[in-house]
């Protein structure tokens, strides 16, 4: 990260970062303050970690972007008008595209550096990504798309269990069962099919290849400037959900992988694709593409590449030199509530390294420069009580 962001009048950029709730809009909140920046967050709630950091200027609780998007649109352009920010962050897939769906009525105050709603949807469908990569030479899991239950039951006697029922738009590992044997096949598929409509099914790879993950900023001509490659090495759940501890690593092949197949989709802006490992013939095979902040996006920050700051400077500025140096064999983690969870939850507990209690790890939230969040965190509780919409995001 280098170089000055210029915004209007001379005076420091000014910047909404929406989605308040979640770590990853914290780690946004801290990057652009610390980097100088005017930093204001929002949420449907004041009881929001990143709406506690020292480095937020301003709050903006709004109406529910999911049960009164009109009103929220409505509060979000009064805000941009009073405020006058420079650049607009949403950090969650529903908030990125209502704002990019309606573009034309926010962006003339403010520059909102993502790809268009209708690509992102695209990129976002577990099933035509999967399609589309293995078009253009990308390995995946062996992967069936039947369009409903009539096509499930005709695949069941040919599907090589055990395999995994996704729906198409979901992250996190909402929604994702399981499928041990041919027997439990349609019940399964008829129940995830009721909720998320037409999932993928998808083959299990065997146990012990690594999860790995490849972040990338786009430029506006969909070429990479920024790039960071990590090891998954706790989630919770433990059968497939966020991650609760990582590393950083460097793997030149993967990231050309991730980059190409992100610049033949003619993305803008930041992503995040994940890989596994299939022991088998040791090869990373493709699982997902978010086309969106992705929920580590504090441990790239601590290794080097600070993606939010990189971002509002493509927006302010139209481009910005490549990056791609960073820290490798970097850890950090998330203990609240994710690696905290993996631990009440692994019959081993007590055997796992680093251990619960070893805070030399930078966490996602704990922080003695800004201490409030975890306050800010621990409030949150009594958000995801009162609103349905927050539990629901979070799988409850």
Known sequence: MSGAMPARGGRAPRVLVLDGFWNKSLAAVRSLGRAGAFVAAGERTRLAPALFSRYCSRRFVHPSAARRPDAFLAALEQEIRTAGYDVLLPMEMA????????????????????????????????????????????????????????????????????????????????????VERRGEFLETYNTVHAWFPAPIVQECLPPGGDALGVAVLMNFASEPRASFAYRRLREYPATGGPSTLRESIRDPGLRATAERLLSLLGWVGVAMAEFKVDPRDGRPKLLEVN??????????????????????????????????????????????????????TRPERWRTRPALCDFSVPDDVLSADDPWPTLGRMASLVALVRDPDLRAMVGG
Do not use: N
Not at 135 to 157: I, N
Not at 301 to 322: K, N, Q, Y
């Open 95 to 178: 908030t990125q595209l209502l704002v990019t769906e309606h573009r034309r009525r926010v962006e003339p105050g403010v520059r909102i550096p993502f790809a268009e709603a209708e690509r992102a949807r695209r990129v976002h469908d577990k099933g035509s990504l999967t399609a589309f990569a293995r078009d253009h030479g990308v390995e995946c899991p062996a992967t069936f798309l039947p369009a409903g239950p009539g096509d499930a039951a005709a695949l069941a006697g040919e599907l090589p269990y055990p395999v995994l029922v996704k729906p198409r738009h979901s992250s996190g590992g909402r929604g994702i069962r399981r």
């Open 291 to 344: 086309p969106r902040f992705w929920g580590s996006l504090h441990h790239a920050i601590v290794c080097g590449v600070d993606f939010p700051w990189l971002l509002c400077r493509m927006a302010v500025e139209g481009d910005v030199d490549r990056v791609t140096d960073y820290r490798v064999g970097v850890r950090s983690r998330s203990l609240l509530h994710g690696d905290l969870m993996h631990f009440l």
